[in-house]
């Protein structure tokens, strides 16, 4: 299988080999000083860049004696040359449909993909799934997608969910078998993001006036975020709630047709900014800071970052109703919507404002963010990780 | 080329695709020739846009406004792909000193149409003053070959007449009727003209500078609207109140930010000097007289309850000049008798 490999030597060393890895996974270990017979690695699969969610997760390995690594190509895993157990913890599996032009190229990625699977089995390799959505937020073969699903989760030994409703939701699709699912809640990105800039300062720098309401749609731009949808029901959604909204649409751009799109809706919409780039760690904290609320206007969702960035920054957030167990302890700064009912969306939004106006909310929304900060999340994912393995 | 060409089969499928549809690869010879700038390569030919930028130098004739570059631009990719060849003209002095111009004057992003549905696309580059010299680089922006380009490199005077109908340059790509349309609807002060006509080039090129148009207009539609919404202003000779509003306080409106902003601006200067307003003092006297709207929205922005007093019993026929909006709609603040 060809995945999209990591490029950047400055989050891992990408030219060591596998096997490599495994005796630097437990070197470390050992140089940690624990006890060796409690040493664990784990090969992380598909290695992502600019979304810190693996790091996050990953961020308190060593106190549970697990050392995790990038695993760049999944079929290269294999006994390690150390005396460890190890596991390949599998994240945003449709890569696997990476260069599939047809779903017959798809079927066989399946193919595949489960073929390396039974080898890990064979090898006596655990099998982690973090189950992030329902199916990719663009499936091009859901069929297959599904079927991939399924079989993930039937072999895998270990299934971590973030959304207490995952098995539920996901049943529609494919079955998970709940007896190896455990749930480790999404983390915050408490400490992840620069944090130093004030709302004054970040609505000044954006051209934001100090009376304007002001939603933020964050994350890379693609039919599965509604944003389309959004711009084109922005004047209802006003009127519905008698507000003048100043929108600030922020992320790296879709395709080109879909940009068009984009382009065509936001052109004659001036209270509108687009910023169609990746946003810097540096810079996120301008856009929620300047913002009022966060809308997550998605069609589906399983989990949120962006949700999750929005609680950091103290920002209601606006999401689909289902993704709302997932971040409960939140309480009134998690506002659902049903995405079948567009009208739903005006009313969480106008609630999302009014619970901007209310302290209450901006603390409840530090409290779930500092109780949920990555190293926290980590310890319960290693724990949970521990008792089962 | 060629061994490469046949490493990769998406990239032998755009070539097939390009020749199917006339354009062929630039010959070795003529590409060198283009990298001595000394060939208008596009002209004869359709022709594959090459990975390298292709330049020509040519002497500036005339100076005229209206001369331009046309060109068609095939993408074998099924939808328009923005900016995927980007058109640099730089001037020179008879020294070869280039001569400075704002990027807008300069850089051109051209759209490249599916094959089968190619437009032309053209752009005006009148050469400024003192240039005599001019080169023009076609880059292509795809990282493939997929781009077939035709048209001459050559800039040329166009004939700027007839204009198209207003419906049919807001269908099209051309900067220049729009530029045009727009200065007609800044004359007639049609805010919902010149609305549509920034939103087709804000879609087509999303420069900044069309936004920050767009924005301020937008901002003037909104002051008037809400300003509509209260009740006409009381229109009398001379009262005695206390506050009297006789002149602006900041700088005139201008334009060079928006009208909304402009007037919280003002607004603040003038709690500062006559005290927040209360029911006492809520009460200003606005004489008739130079920027009497701009004055009339400021007191009402502050809080005030404005009167305006006439000169001479006469209320002027021109309360003032607000950039976009016309004399009548200023006049109908006034409950005039």
């Given at each position: 299988m ?11 060393d990408?030219d060591r080999?596998?096997e ?11 140089a940690?000083?624990?006890?060796l ?5 784990l090969?992380?699969h598909?290695p992502?860049?600019?979304n810190?969610y693996?790091?996050?997760l990953?961020?308190?390995a060593?106190e ?6 990038p695993?760049?190509d999944?079929?290269e895993?294999?006994?390690p040359?150390?005396?460890a157990?190890?596991?390949?913890h599998y994240?945003?599996?449709?890569r696997?449909f990476a260069?599939c032009?047809s779903?017959r190229?798809a079927?066989k990625?399946?193919f595949?993909f489960f ?5 890990h ?6 099998i982690?799934?973090t189950v ?6 663009s499936?091009m073969?859901?069929?297959e997608?599904i079927e991939?699903?399924?079989?993930l989760?039937s072999?895998?030994d ?7 409703s995952t098995?539920?939701?996901c ?5 998970l ?19 130093y800039?004030?709302?004054?300062q ?9 009376e304007d ?8 731009l693609g ?11 922005l004047?209802?959604l006003e ?5 003048r909204l100043r929108?600030?649409?922020a992320g790296?751009?879709g395709?080109?047709?879909y940009?068009?799109d984009?382009y065509r809706l936001?052109?004659?919409?001036p209270r509108?900014t687009?910023i169609?780039?990746?946003i810097d760690?540096q ?9 009022d ?8 969702g399983?989990?949120?970052?962006v949700?999750?960035t929005a609680?950091?920054?103290?920002r209601p957030?606006v999401?689909?109703?289902?993704l ?11 506002i659902?919507?049903?995405p079948?009912d567009r009208?739903s969306l005006a ?6 404002l009014?619970a ?11 409290q779930?963010a500092?109780?949920?900060?990555p190293?926290?999340i980590?310890r ?5 990780l521990?008792e089962?393995? | 080329?060629a061994?490469k060409?046949?490493?990769s089969?998406r990239k032998a499928r755009?070539?097939e ?5 006339g ?24 022709r594959?846009?090459p990975?390298?930028p ?13 001369i331009?570059i ?8 099924p939808?328009?792909e923005?900016a ?12 070869g000193s280039?001569i ?11 759209f ?11 752009f ?6 003192g ?9 292509r922006?795809a990282?493939e070959?997929r781009?077939?380009v035709?048209?001459s490199m050559r800039?040329?005077?166009?004939e ?6 207003l419906n049919e340059a807001?269908?099209?790509r ?12 800044e004359?007639a002060?049609?805010r919902?003209?010149a609305?549509?006509?920034?939103s087709r080039?804000?879609f ?9 148009s767009?924005r ?5 539609n909104?002051?008037i609207?809400?300003f509509?919404?209260q009740?006409k202003v ?7 109140n206390?506050?009297t509003y006789q ?5 005139a409106f201008?334009?060079s930010?928006?009208l909304?902003?402009w007037?919280?601006?003002?607004a ?12 006492e ?8 007289g130079e ?6 929205l400021?007191a ?5 309850a ?5 000169i ?9 000049d ?10 109908s ?5």
């Amino acid at each position: 299988m060809a995945d999209r490999p990591s490029p950047d030597t400055a989050i891992a060393d990408i030219d060591r080999s596998f096997e490599e890895a495994c005796v630097d996974a437990k070197l470390s270990l050992f140089a940690r000083g624990g006890d060796l017979e409690e040493a664990h690695l784990l090969a992380y699969h598909p290695p992502v860049q600019r979304n810190p969610y693996q790091q996050m997760l990953y961020a308190s390995a060593y106190e549970h004696s697990f050392a995790c690594f990038p695993l760049i190509d999944h079929t290269e895993a294999a006994p390690p040359p150390v005396n460890a157990p190890l596991g390949v913890h599998y994240h945003w599996v449709h890569r696997v449909f990476a260069n599939c032009r047809s779903s017959r190229d798809a079927k066989k990625a399946v193919f595949r993909f489960f073929d390396t699977l039974d080898k890990h089995r064979q090898a006596d390799i655990k099998i982690i799934w973090t189950v992030h959505n329902l199916l990719s937020h663009s499936a091009m073969f859901p069929e297959e997608e599904i079927e991939l699903r399924a079989g993930l989760g039937s072999r895998a030994d270990y299934i971590h969910i973030m959304n207490p409703s995952t098995v539920e939701l996901c049943g529609r699709y494919y079955d998970l078998p709940s007896a190896r699912t455990f749930m480790v809640p999404h983390p915050s990105y408490f400490g992840v993001y620069g944090d130093y800039i004030s709302p004054e300062q970040a609505r000044f720098d954006l051209g934001v006036a100090p009376e304007d309401k002001t939603v933020l749609l964050f994350g890379s731009l693609g039919p599965h975020k509604g944003t389309r949808q959004f711009l084109e029901e922005l004047s209802e959604l006003e009127a519905n709630i008698n507000t003048r909204l100043r929108v600030i649409i922020a992320g790296a751009p879709g395709s080109a047709s879909y940009m068009e799109d984009i382009y065509r809706l936001v052109a004659d919409k001036p209270r509108v900014t687009l910023i169609e780039h990746h946003i810097d760690d540096q810079a996120v904290q301008r856009l929620f800071r300047a913002s009022d609320a966060v809308l997550c206007p998605y069609d589906v969702g399983l989990n949120s970052g962006v949700a999750a960035t929005a609680a950091t920054f103290g920002r209601p957030c606006v999401v689909p109703d289902i993704l709302v167990p997932a971040m409960s302890a939140a309480n009134a700064g998690i506002i659902g919507f049903n995405p079948s009912d567009r009208g739903s969306l005006a009313t969480a939004t106008a609630r999302a404002l009014e619970a901007r106006e209310n302290p209450s909310v901006e603390a409840a929304l530090y409290q779930w963010a500092e109780h949920h900060r990555p190293v926290a999340i980590s310890r319960l994912f290693f724990e949970a990780l521990r008792e089962r393995w | 080329m060629a061994a490469k060409i046949e490493e990769s089969p998406r990239k032998a499928r755009h070539l097939e695709e390009l020749r199917s549809a006339g354009y062929v690869p630039i010959s070795r010879a003529v590409l060198l020739l283009a990298r001595m700038r000394v060939v208008d390569v596009f002209r004869f030919g359709k022709r594959i846009l090459p990975r390298r930028p292709v330049c020509l130098l040519s002497l500036v004739v005339g100076k005229s406004r209206s001369i331009g570059i046309d060109f068609t631009v095939a993408t074998t990719r099924p939808e328009v792909e923005r900016a995927a060849v980007q058109i640099t003209v730089r001037h020179f002095t008879l020294f070869g000193s280039e001569i400075a111009q704002p990027q807008e004057d300069r850089e051109f992003a051209l759209f490249a149409d599916p094959l089968g549905q190619v437009q032309a696309q053209c752009f005006l580059c009148p050469p400024p003053t003192g240039a005599r010299w001019r080169v023009v680089e076609l880059a292509r922006q795809a990282d493939e070959r997929r781009i077939g380009v035709l048209g001459s490199m050559r800039p040329k005077t166009r004939e700027l007449s007839p204009v198209p109908p207003l419906n049919e340059a807001l269908k099209g790509r051309q900067r220049y009727w729009l530029e045009y349309y727009l200065g007609e609807a800044e004359k007639a002060r049609d805010r919902q003209t010149a609305t549509q006509l920034l939103s087709r080039m804000i879609f087509l090129e999303r420069r900044a500078t069309d936004m920050r148009s767009l924005r301020l207009i937008s901002d003037i539609n909104q002051v008037i609207l809400d300003f509509s919404k209260q009740e006409k202003v009381a229109v009398s000779a001379k009262m005695q109140n206390e506050l009297t509003y006789q002149k602006l306080l900041t700088t005139a409106f201008d334009n060079s930010l928006p009208l909304s902003k402009w007037l919280l601006s003002e607004a603040i200067t003038l709690k500062n000097i006559f005290g927040a307003p209360h029911a006492e003092m809520a009460k200003v006297s606005i004489p008739a007289g130079e920027n009497l709207a701009l004055r009339l929205l400021a007191a009402y922005q502050a809080g005030y309850a404005p009167v305006v007093e006439t000169i001479q019993g006469q209320m002027p026929d021109k309360p003032g000049d607000i950039p976009w909006v016309k004399n009548e709609e200023l006049l109908s603040f006034f409950d005039r008798p």
